[in-house]
């Protein structure tokens, strides 16, 4: 997919606007984090913002409220922009405020729906509801869906096109839980499925009571999420305040749920105690890349065989030349590259893998299909390009033939079976592949700025620290292939190819088995650690005891 196809959206929900704006320590906090989520979405140039409802705390906000509000939005929301996107507007439907540039300029869209403090204007006779206010002056758009007690009601989605790819908004504004269940099970409510389903991904804004574990109501109270339509990508749910940003399998089968929670603690509770987050969100397809992938299973072979041929008669070759020693400023400019590359890939992956581990237990870390962990969004992405970066990485090797440096078996030994065996992952997709995709972005930002240092003339004194973290990484990954090994035969199979199931794998003592990938992975690893060991001892032991 490229970059000019790609949507960047920060999704957030339940401000709060207005939350104890009389208390003179608590008073500014909701807006204090409502302006932070809209400068991040400044900083990180996103196409547009996502609010999934409770703006305000109360249905009547204050005038102080609205008018730090308005200044807010004023400030972040208006301006001169020129989108990359387009609005589809379907016939008979209102037009968004980008859409009105006659009359205002948008420079950051927002799209939200109503929350349960304030319903929308037509279900309240003439009470006109905050939201409805700043929709009509044009600070934001209100995608909210309100069922109006007509006989059948249909949901259209808001179409933005972006290059190839379609961002369908789907919204609907509070209503009380079990009569929006009626509703969805009678059919009295529908929704308009995209016409270009394959380019498209639908996004759903609701803002209801969501069960799940350690709800305290039944669940008859809460939406029944068997009832959202199969064709909705991602569903960003609304009015729970507990952060549970990492994306989770739907009831029925097929969506994705997130929930972002409030962004301003309003209750002393247990679930208000979890770090409050905003969620930036790039649509990749991490899943259907990976199935690209394995069209060409046997690229990484093929690749190694000519990687060892290079080397075999590049060796040659260079026997009778003399060294070119003039490849050293691009050798700088090489490592340098290769370790701004992996320390923005670590960035990117170690703390989604961080918060996955506070969230979830050891065996659904490495049990649960990888669409869970690093299949989709930015993890997804980053996780493809380091795949395929480990073609870019033989090059190291070329740098050490045409200089006529030692060349170890160690180096080329490493370069040739980290390709196999990292694309064999990817292939096959091992669960606990973002642990070794992590690990590796880290040690390699480490080494190849020491490498780049080196190269400058200035050769680091903390070799033996990067030796023992390369180390570090070989014992970890042994341990992870072992515990792998330990769940696979504990526990029944779950087919990898049936990664839209929902699964509890410890209640149900299931995990995702690959015995090729953690047998090789166990060869591997266990190789390195000894190799990476001796020379530890070579490098740094002996040399000790002759000094």
Known sequence: MRAADVFRVLVTTDSHLGYKERDATLGQDAFDAFEECLQLAEQFEVDLLLHAGDLFDSGSPSQLTLYKTFELLSRYCLGQKRHAFVHERAPNARPLNVDLSHKVSVKLPIFTIHGNPDPPLA???????SIDVLAQLGLLNDVGHAFRNAETSLVQPVVLRKGASALCLYGLSHTRDEALNELLRSGRLTFLAPTDRENSFCVLLLHQNRFQNGCALKKAMC??????PQFIDLVVWGHEHECCIVFAKSENGSSFVTQPGSTVITALRQPETVPKSALLLERFNGVDFLQ??????????????????????????????????????????????????????????????????????TKCLLCVPPQFTYGRAAPGLWTAIFVYSKYLELFDTAFIVL???????????????????????????????????????????????????????????????????????????????????????????????????????????????????MATGAIIYGSYLYLFTQFFINRYLSKRKKN
């Not at 279900?123 to 509801?129: A, E, H, I, N």
């Not at 939406?223 to 959202?228: C, H, N, R, W």
């Open 123 to 129: 279900l309240g006779g003439q009470r006109v509801s």
């Open 223 to 228: 939406l029944d999420q068997t009832l959202i």
């Open 292 to 361: 690209h992938t394995r069209n060409y299973w046997w690229a990484s072979y093929v690749g190694t065989a000519i990687y060892l041929l290079a080397l075999y008669f590049g060796t040659q070759f260079m026997q009778r030349r003399k060294a070119f020693n003039n490849l050293n400023g691009l050798l700088k400019y090489w490592n340098l590259t290769l370790a701004i590359f992996s320390f923005i890939g670590c960035t990117r992956i170690l703390p989604y893998l961080l918060y996955y581990m506070y969230r979830r237990d």
């Open 403 to 517: 200089r006529k440096k030692p060349l170890s078996f160690l180096h080329w030994y490493h370069h040739a079976t980290v390709l196999v065996f990292t694309w064999l992952a990817y292939v096959r997709a091992m669960p606990a592949g973002v642990f070794f995709v992590s690990m590796n972005y880290f040690v390699h930002s480490c080494m190849y700025f020491y490498y780049y240092l080196a190269s400058c003339g200035r050769k680091p004194q903390w070799g033996m620290i990067l030796t023992i973290f390369q180390i570090t990484q070989m014992i970890c990954g042994c341990v992870i292939v072992a515990t792998y090994a330990m769940y696979m035969a504990q526990s029944e199979a779950l087919a990898l190819s049936n990664l839209d199931r929902v699964v509890d794998v410890t209640a149900e003592n299931l995990c995702a088995k690959s015995a090729v990938t």
